[in-house]
């Protein structure tokens, strides 16, 4: 690597190759200061700076773009104007929504059905991993994880057919298993009240061997000792699990429920999409599908653009929130 | 994949060192006995409830379109037939589908590897001034986005409407496997390493490709899959921004056949039979497309599993 000494204005010379941590003295931090530093840098590993480039192009012109983009929710956007030329509309669009009767029920759609796949997603990974982390029987062990694991890998399209065609009411599954027991078929999905349930459970269904996974790798690193230890204070395998497991495991369930709060808003707008069918929209119509219909099919790029700001906006402040409770009453958040 | 999980095994703390002559389990509680077997039926349950649609699919795939459409097929198939499987896999719609996803997976996951380990790499090194903000303005994007419009209206800007184009690159970086890539990279590769390679006269690139990215094979590994499932199983882009149903991928057919019912094709003639074949062909398809998945993922898993867990250390 050359040395050539050139364009460090002018200032100290260059350190000898110690890399960045070789301080200036003293005298000489504002004349070098952050700027020299980063050309030194730059000098010296162009050829990561080189690197670096095309995926931080991506970012700003797939992200960050966007978020400018997010302006003509305050516009009045024509194809023809454009972003930037077309006339302001201040907040008429947020107002738009806001009186919309649809408000009330996107709002409340996407709440409840996120506060409700929450609820029921959450426990059910961690009650899995703590009944593995207890079985001994390595075959039975390796077996339950392998299959409930799988559906992850299973598509939101498949599982969505599969539970279209299990809950059918005349040929599905699900009737059968009813008629068995000498009840009557039932058409859910035409029925907005099992709408969520078909959604969460199906959910629950694909993501928890999954999920659990996590707290199994938790659960391989609680210290052995502990358990010794609860096995002399004369322990049984629940209150071990009790005392030692859930407790050992509790930074990662923290983790876990920080990031699921978070996106409580952001809710799989893939899936409802799939399930949603004229019956059932009274409860299937949530904020990302209506944003879908009132933007990509009718065109309304304004009105669809300030609903979509306004669910990011409830969400980052969800984020925000959770993760300062967390850091509160736990003393771990995310950042 | 529960080599990791089941590490500290539990018939070294349950033995006794100081009385060697004694069977290494301890005689469970009556308690603790009950308890597992509740263990057991759980897990058991579990299992059933898992397997239980996926059986239920796969029989009926293969029974007759009469029994199926009947409503007769439960745990067995009724009338074994191959007739499904062979309208699906003559089907020209969903064969493009396989085709296109086929290229999208593949495409695509090379595109986004090589981006997120240009991304990831320099922001690993220490000595890369400016890493700290460039990664805040990375994850940034975790927690805030322009949304649906607003991207669309970028991709339509870019004239990448209707093309390929739009599925492979506008999410080609996930900020996810970037993480993990720059938690690997800091923490799995020793800095000695780097360092003689520096000392040898090697540059930054020589040092990425000939040490750093051999050495990191798993992770690599890792955030492939990652992305390959997720460009495998993904519709909505392709169903925003593409219009020619020859550029579809096969989740986007499979929608339109599974979900919306709309017709497999023109070439299955008879219009009864078409009705019966339907519901039978909705369950072959399932199965097909989802036979690539269900092959890779034995393997896979166990790669996945580590995946989670240097994602877990860095959570």
């Known amino acids: 690597m050359v040395h050539t000494g050139l364009g460090t204005a002018g200032a100290a010379p260059p350190p000898v190759a110690t890399r960045g941590v070789a301080m200036p003295p003293p005298a000489r931090r504002w004349a070098g200061g952050r ?82 796949a929450l609820i029921a997603s959450f426990p059910i990974p961690i009650i899995l991993a703590l009944a593995l982390n207890e079985i001994r029987a390595r075959f039975f062990k390796k077996t339950v994880q392998m299959v409930t694991y799988a559906p992850y890998f299973i598509s939101t399209v498949i599982v969505v057919s599969m539970a279209i065609l299990i809950l059918s009411p005349r040929i599905g599954l ?112 949530i904020i990302a599908t209506y944003t879908y219909k009132i933007g990509i099919q009718n065109a309304d790029f304004s009105l669809a653009t300030a609903i979509g700001l306004f669910n990011s906006v409830i969400n980052l402040v969800l984020l925000v929130g959770v993760n300062i409770v967390a850091k509160r009453v736990t003393g771990k958040g995310l950042w | 994949m529960s080599a990791a999980v089941t590490k500290p095994s539990r018939t070294s703390r349950t033995s006794r060192p100081d009385r060697p002559g004694r069977r290494r389990r301890v005689r469970e509680s009556p308690v603790d006995r009950v308890f597992l077997v509740g263990v057991y039926i759980l897990l058991t349950t579990f299992l059933l409830v898992v397997l239980l649609p996926l059986w239920y699919i796969v029989v009926s795939s293969f029974s007759s379109p009469e029994a199926v459409s009947a409503g007769r097929v439960f745990l067995w198939p009724v009338d074994f037939t191959l007739r499904g499987y062979e309208v699906v896999l003559t089907n020209p719609t969903i064969l493009t589908g396989f085709a296109n996803s086929f290229f999208y997976t593949i495409a695509g996951t090379a595109i986004s590897v090589t981006l997120t380990v240009m991304l990831a790499y320099p922001l690993s090194r220490a000595d890369f001034v400016g890493r700290k903000v460039l990664t805040a303005a990375v994850v940034f994007t975790m927690l805030f986005a322009g949304g649906l419009i607003p991207t669309y209206l970028v991709v339509q800007n870019l004239g990448m409407l209707d093309t390929r184009w739009a599925l492979l690159i506008p999410k080609a970086v996930a900020v996810w496997p970037a993480i993990l890539a720059i938690t690997y990279f800091r923490t799995a590769i020793p800095d000695e390493l780097r360092e003689a390679g520096e000392i040898d006269g090697a540059s930054d690139l020589r040092i990425l490709w000939k040490v750093v990215l051999p050495l990191s094979a798993p992770m690599l590994a890792v955030i492939a ?59 072959s398809l399932i199965v097909v497309s989802t036979v690539p998945m269900m092959l890779i993922y034995p393997f896979v898993a166990r790669y996945f599993t580590r995946g989670l867990l240097l994602g877990a250390v860095k959570g």
């Open chain 2, 225 to 283: 899959l990652m992305y390959a499932i997720v460009q495998w199983n993904s519709y909505f882009d392709a169903l925003i921004y593409l219009r020619d149903d020859s550029l579809y991928p096969l989740q986007l057919v499979l929608r339109n056949i599974l979900i919306l019912n709309t017709d497999a094709g023109a070439d299955v003639t008879a219009a009864i039979e078409r009705q019966q074949l339907a519901s039978l062909l909705k369950y």
């Open chain 1, 35 to 116: 700027r020299g530093r980063l050309r030194r840098s730059i000098r010296r590993h162009w050829q990561l700076y080189l690197l670096v480039i095309p995926p931080l192009l991506y970012f700003l012109i797939f992200q960050y773009v966007p978020m400018a983009n997010a302006i003509i929710a305050f516009k009045d956007y024509n194809v023809v104007q454009g972003i930037w030329g077309s006339p302001w509309a201040g907040l008429e669009y947020f107002q738009r929504f806001f009186d919309n009767p649809m408000f009330t029920t996107v709002v409340s759609n996407t709440f409840l059905l996120s506060l409700y």
């Open chain 1, 174 to 285: 699900a009737s059968e298993l009813t008629g068995f027991f000498g009840l009557p078929a039932t058409d859910y999905l035409a029925q907005p009240d099992f709408f969520r349930h078909v959604y969460v459970w199906s959910e629950v269904w694909q993501t928890a061997g999954y999920s659990a996974v996590i707290y199994l790798a938790a659960l391989a690193g609680v210290d052995p000792g502990l358990y010794e230890a609860a096995k002399v204070d004369g322990a049984n395998r629940l209150q071990k699990i009790w005392h030692v497991d859930l407790p050992s495991i509790t930074p990662t369930i923290v983790v876990v429920l920080i990031l699921s709060v978070g996106s409580i808003m952001a809710v799989g707008f893939e899936k409802a999409f799939l399930l949603q069918n004229p019956l059932n929209l009274s409860q299937s119509e």
